[in-house]
């Protein structure tokens, strides 16, 4: 189908975008790459009356590197992401996860701040900027406020986002040299959206974890930071201790039944891929040698 | 506001004005106010490809953009490519292998291949099959198409040495 009839303004700074989102509130849209507001519109999900377009806004474009914080501007698009030495230096899950992220035509328009401000449960990004501990810093008139990642999420396409602000940037802090990172997801091609993904960060400590975040994706409203991981922190990870884990994980989730997969296959996939996780992280092959869950 | 917005854009190698509305996406605006009718509308939601056009040298999906995004940007489309010469080898390679059977995907195909073979002189068929991931063919089965662009890609890096 096609949109229907909408108002266009192509704003000329973000003071300008946000006089027009005051104005007219929610009943703007903001358009940055278009490309799940696009196709939302094209499916008449919904109309808005005004687009407001920032696509225009060189000033919330790039990626720059300021002591241990990585800042990214809301414009980058996923191509940019994805080739950027400074993300595969300082925050290489981001890297990986991108090649995950639809295909190379959606990814040269698509934006992470676009992602993250549309908040789909399926999608990558919005799980990496968990895992990854990520600062979403949004402007309104009143100024800046600065939101970690796990309170941005609220639920499906829900964000701490008002109709008045904008996604301005994301901080990520530089990840340390002992640190490592785990991402996949399930997909049933590559490219389309995750039936379960889990991207995780960790910081290594001898054989064991010293710190772990794990987001998974698509099997709740919102990404999911699991808080079952806990129980694999510190300790030497045993079969009987990843088992553990993995019941505490399931009783935590609550995924959703759709035409995709039931609730219950969601829930065995998370607990497969923690179990692939923690395999991956430790270098210990056994761990995932199934007969987990 | 939802008043018709002038454009100026670069169409192939030449400049084009137009009034547009803005609820006009770039694939409609391509095949209906220009006559473009190699770039084809499938999904409409940027699943299926088969809209795949070069703005600013990059593909994109054109269903997904709007042609007032495309004011003073250079839009290449299948006319484009195909009467350049750009990807005669390409085409004669589809045609060669039986890669195109009723054709609507085709100039998607052939603009998302040849993006891979601008970049990657060599690609083995994963990366061919990744790269044309996000283009559906209801034909084919994909394996002509693969060995297509795998065939050129052979031939060009031999024409190179």
Redesign the interface.
């Known amino acids: ?10 704003a000329t700074s973000v003071g300008d975008a946000l006089e027009l989102l005051v104005a007219h509130g929610d009943k703007a849209k903001v ?1 940055s790459g ?2 799940s507001l ?2 939302a519109m ?2 008449r999900l919904i109309s808005p009356e ?2 407001v ?1 920032i ?1 225009e806004l060189a000033e919330l474009r790039g990626i720059a590197v300021r002591g241990d914080v990585l800042n990214i501007g809301a414009l980058t698009r996923h ?1 940019d992401l994805l080739n950027s030495p400074d993300i595969a230096a300082h925050a290489p899950l981001l890297t990986e996860a991108i090649a995950h992220v ?5 990814r ?2 698509g934006t992470l701040g676009g992602s993250l401000a549309h908040a789909d449960p399926a999608s990558e990004l919005p799980a990496c900027m968990v895992a990854l501990n990520a600062i979403i810093i949004i402007r309104g008139q009143a100024g800046e406020r600065r939101i970690a990642a796990e309170d941005f999420f609220t639920g499906i396409y829900e964000t701490a986002l008002s109709a008045q602000e904008l996604l301005v940037a994301v901080e990520l802090p530089v990840t340390k040299k002992e640190s490592a990172h785990f991402f996949f997801e399930f997909a049933r ?3 389309d959206y995750a039936i379960a993904g889990l991207a995780a960060q960790a910081i290594m400590a001898g054989g064991r974890l010293g710190g772990l975040r794990m987001a998974f994706f698509a099997v709740g409203d919102r990404p999911v930071l699991a808080r079952a991981v806990n129980k694999l922190v510190n300790v030497t990870i045993t079969p009987a201790a990843l088992a553990d884990a993995a019941t505490a994980l399931g009783e935590e989730l609550d995924p959703q039944d759709d035409q995709q997969a039931p609730a219950s296959m969601r829930r065995h996939l998370a607990k497969v891929l923690m179990a692939r996780c923690a395999s991956a992280l430790l270098g210990r092959p056994e761990l995932n040698a199934g007969g987990l869950v | ?2 008043a018709l ?1 002038q454009i100026s854009l670069d169409v192939n190698g030449e400049r084009v004005d137009a009034h547009v ?3 006009l ?1 770039l694939a ?1 605006f391509l095949r209906e106010h220009l006559q473009l009718t190699g770039t084809h509308v499938g999904c ?3 699943v299926c ?1 088969a809209c ?1 056009v070069r703005v600013n040298g ?4 054109s ?4 042609a ?2 495309t004011h003073g940007a250079s839009v290449q489309t299948i006319e484009g490519l195909s009467d350049s010469g750009e990807i005669a080898d390409l085409q004669a390679a589809f045609r060669d292998r039986n890669a195109l059977q009723c054709g609507f995907c085709a100039p998607g195909m052939l603009m ?1 291949a040849q ?2 073979l601008k970049q990657h002189a060599e690609p083995d068929r994963k990366l061919i099959r ?2 044309l ?3 559906y063919c209801r034909c084919t089965g994909y394996h002509a198409i693969i060995d297509a662009v795998e065939t050129t890609a052979r031939r060009r890096m031999r024409r190179e040495l």
Do not use: W
């Open positions: 189908m096609k949109a229907s009839a909408f108002s266009y303004a192509r358009l278009g490309q696009m196709p094209n499916l005004l687009i377009d696509g191509v639809a295909h190379p035509a959606i040269n328009r091609r590559h490219g | 506001m939802t917005t509305l803005p609820r996406n409609d409409e939601h940027g490809g795949t990059e593909i994109v999906r269903c997904l953009m709007l007032v995004q998302a993006d891979l990744e790269h991931s996000g283009n």
